[in-house]
Nanobody, 129 residues
Framework: QVRLEESGGGLVQAGGSLRLSCVAS????????????MAWFRQAPGKEREFVGR????????YYSDSVKGRFTISRDNAKSTVYMEINNLKPEDTTVYYC??????????????????WGQGTQVLVSS
């Protein structure tokens, strides 16, 4: 079993920045964090969970949704079992709950939540205009 714990959310003014963190503990699929594909999703009330971006375990390559490309940056520190997401130039429409996600089998996390093996509990981001 893998536990993902997000932190770093909060209230910020539009144009500001935040860094979300997600710490993983435990293991699954015979692999450890350095071999997990990690991703971030977000979900507003009444809406479907939306893919934000992912980071692969090999060379740390990243992929972002068009809606956040250029403002969001995902990185990982395998020694700390942590994935980060830096959000710059925050906009009111970024207000929502952000979820950390893991695929422990090494498969790519796509825009579909069905490709996720484990979810965090979420961290709320509120952007004031």
């Amino acid at each position: 079993q893998v536990r993902l714990e997000e932190s770093g959310g909060g209230l910020v003014q539009a144009g500001g920045s935040l860094r979300l963190s997600c710490v993983a503990s435990g293991s699954a699929s015979g692999r450890t964090f350095s071999r997990y594909v990690m991703a971030w999703f977000r979900q507003a009330p009444g809406k479907e969970r939306e893919f934000v971006g992912r980071i692969m375990f090999t060379e740390g390559s990243t992929y972002y949704s068009d809606s956040v490309k250029g403002r969001f940056t995902i990185s990982r520190d395998n020694a700390k079992s942590t994935v980060y997401m830096e959000i710059n130039n925050l906009k009111p429409e970024d207000t929502t709950v952000y979820y950390c996600a893991a695929n422990t089998r090494g498969f790519v996390i796509t825009t579909s939540p069905s490709t996720v093996d484990y979810w965090g509990q979420g961290t709320q981001v509120l952007v004031s205009s």
